[in-house]
T-cell receptor
Framework: AQKITQTQPGMFVQEKEAVTLDCTYDTSDPSYGLFWYKQPSSGEMIFLIYQGSYDQQNATEGRYSLNFQKARKSANLVISASQLGDSAMYFCAMRESKSGFQKLVFGTGTRLLVSP | GAVVSQHPSRVICKSGTSVKIECRSLDFQATTMFWYRQFPKQSLMLMATSNEGSKATYEQGVEKDKFLINHASLTLSTLTVTSAHPEDSSFYIC??????????????FGPGTRLTVL
């Protein structure tokens, strides 16, 4: 079974609007971490936001917030006030304690296109 | 934040030759480094995990004799693609952990190396 599922291969949003990128995960480990990375066309992986499985509150980092619904095993990324520079691939990833919190497993990604 | 560099950023080689890619943590000591491969329009797939001073742990399906990983110091790991073939053409990305902040939380990624085998 896929550990990380991103069902949206592509998303379109207009500048200044908010967009939600979906991510569901599968794990039996009670302790895990969830990440979102942005990959622009240049290729580098840019860390956006992190959510620990025991964190009580949803993570926020500037315009990025993570809608963490533990019971549904979802960790959707919300980007508010989209900017043209947000156009990129976005990857959701998970790290489990059983791997010593080392191994990151990535989803297939969502390509976001922000239009003027 | 922590900086990880990769060299070269792009390499083109002939089939049958070996290519070495370096991954360096510039401002922190990386106890663990990771090597990923990303084919066009696909996700990152972990190839191997290396801890300084010990042998790398390879993921299932990754040939350790073809992809040689050396993590000789806390700031340098190398990936050597031996006897490269066109199907090895890919984007190779390293990451490192053990940097500033909660070390258990974040991996810092290098900018990647695009390998093209002719």
């Amino acid at each position: 079974a896929q550990k990380i599922t991103q069902t949206q291969p592509g998303m379109f949003v207009q500048e200044k609007e908010a967009v939600t990128l979906d991510c569901t995960y599968d794990t039996s480990d009670p302790s895990y971490g969830l990440f979102w990375y942005k990959q622009p066309s240049s290729g580098e992986m840019i860390f956006l936001i992190y959510q620990g499985s025991y964190d009580q509150q949803n993570a926020t980092e500037g315009r990025y917030s993570l809608n963490f619904q533990k019971a549904r095993k979802s960790a959707n990324l919300v980007i508010s006030a989209s900017q043209l520079g947000d156009s990129a691939m976005y990857f959701c990833a998970m790290r489990e304690s059983k791997s010593g919190f080392q191994k990151l497993v990535f989803g297939t990604g969502t390509r976001l296109l922000v239009s003027p | 934040g922590a900086v990880v560099s990769q060299h070269p950023s792009r390499v083109i080689c002939k089939s049958g030759t070996s290519v070495k890619i370096e991954c360096r943590s510039l401002d922190f000591q990386a106890t663990t480094m990771f090597w990923y491969r990303q084919f066009p329009k696909q996700s990152l797939m972990l190839m191997a995990t290396s801890n300084e001073g010990s042998k790398a742990t390879y993921e299932q399906g990754v040939e350790k004799d073809k992809f040689l990983i050396n993590h000789a110091s806390l700031t340098l790991s190398t990936l050597t693609v031996t006897s490269a073939h066109p199907e090895d053409s890919s984007f190779y990305i390293c990451s490192a952990s053990g940097g500033p902040g909660p070390a258990s939380v974040e991996q810092f990624f290098g900018p990647g190396t695009r390998l093209t085998v002719l």
